[in-house]
């Protein structure tokens, strides 16, 4: 089975430009995540949609940040205008949630760098 | 608030048993969690346990929860090389909850 699907795996831009990472989940998971991995601060959760709805997205640091998930295979998140404070691991995970647990599943990672 | 807690390195030789360790402070937690992330990787789902288990093994894994001290294991029977890696604890409050708390991982590293 495909695993959760990310992309790109390696972004390096300049600070200002727009970045959009793009995630497609594992067939049937109705839940998506993304989450921040930085040395500083670890694994952060920025956002978390279930059937395609944005649920909490407390952990969204500012403005700058956006996500979408326009249908149950695809989603995007988006900085705008990137700085370099930005730069970190991106995941995006995906797992069925519901009346029994289920573990989330890892994509990759993007990992992103803005100069 | 929630909280999980573990060390940040552990060494051992080639062959010789790991054991990470994990403490959590959520009372509520139902399923713990095991992930593995190698260099430049995601993370990997290792293995998870439900609260109402004391212990789990799968091949070189055995997994120890001791629910009253909040506390859980991991062990790696025979560690290889290939076992050098960051590991992470992770709880979730309960059945249908999304909410994943990991903790800071801990850094293998293996001594051929």
């Known amino acids: 089975d495909a695993g959760v699907i990310q992309s790109p795996r390696h972004e390096v831009t300049e600070m200002g430009q727009e970045v959009t990472l793009r995630c497609k989940p594992i067939?049937?998971?109705?839940?998506l995540f993304w989450y921040r991995q930085t040395m500083m601060r670890g694994l952060e959760l920025l956002i978390y949609f279930n059937n395609n709805v944005p649920i909490d997205d407390s952990g969204m640091p500012e403005d700058r940040f956006s996500a979408k998930m326009p249908n149950a295979s695809f989603s995007t998140l988006k900085i705008q205008p990137s700085e370099p404070r930005d730069s970190a691991v991106y995941f995006c995970?995906?797992?069925?949630?519901?009346?029994?647990?289920?573990?989330?599943?890892f994509g990759d990672g993007t990992r992103l760098s803005i100069l | 608030g929630e909280d999980v807690e573990q060390s940040l390195f552990l060494s051992v030789r080639e062959g010789d048993s790991s054991v990470i360790n994990c403490t959590y402070t959520d009372s509520s937690s139902t399923y713990l969690y095991w992930y593995k992330q190698e260099p430049g990787a995601g993370l990997q789902l290792l293995t998870y346990i439900f609260s109402n288990m004391d212990m789990k093994q799968d091949q070189r894994l055995t997994v120890l929860l001791n629910k009253k001290d909040k506390h859980l294991s991991l062990r790696i029977a025979d560690t290889q090389t290939g076992d050098s890696a960051i590991y992470f604890c992770a709880e979730t409050p309960g059945a249908g909850s999304y909410q994943l708390t990991f903790g800071k991982g801990t850094k293998l590293s293996v001594i051929p």
């Open positions: 995970a995906s797992s069925l949630v519901e009346g029994s647990n289920q573990p989330q599943h």
């Open positions: 067939s049937g998971h109705n839940s």
